[in-house]
């Protein structure tokens, strides 16, 4: 079984910073790329950024220059810091990975999501 926990989320003001990490834990054999997604109300899931084993991003247009999406593949951990934060990032952020047990071929995990508020 795997899971993964996210942590980070916050209340900060327009122009603040914050750091989400979140964690796979449980009968891991390969990670392979993994991501952060948001939701605000009444929206749909959208990726924010993703990034690859070998350490390749991707990031949506909203965020680029602002947010940077790294990984400890050691640790099973992925980072996203989030700077010069608007109120329209204002979400649930749900961390995603593509992950191979010994007994099945991989599939996408999701965290529990965590809540960022952007607000003065």
């Known amino acids: 079984q795997v899971q993964l926990v996210e942590s980070g989320g916050d209340l900060v003001q327009p122009g603040g910073s914050l750091r989400l990490s979140c964690v796979a834990s449980?009968?891991?054999?390969?990670?392979?790329?993994m991501g952060w997604y948001r939701q605000a109300p009444g929206k749909q899931r959208e990726l924010v950024a993703s990034t690859t084993s070998d350490g390749i991003t991707n990031y949506a247009d909203s965020v680029k220059g602002r947010f940077t999406i790294s990984r400890d593949n050691i640790q099973n951990t992925v980072y996203l810091q989030m700077n010069s934060l608007k109120p329209e990032d204002t979400a649930v952020y749900y961390c995603n990975a593509a992950i191979a047990t010994m007994r099945s071929p991989a599939y996408g995990y999701w965290g529990q999501g965590t809540q960022v508020t952007v607000s003065s």
């Open positions: 449980g009968s891991i054999f390969k990670i392979y790329a």
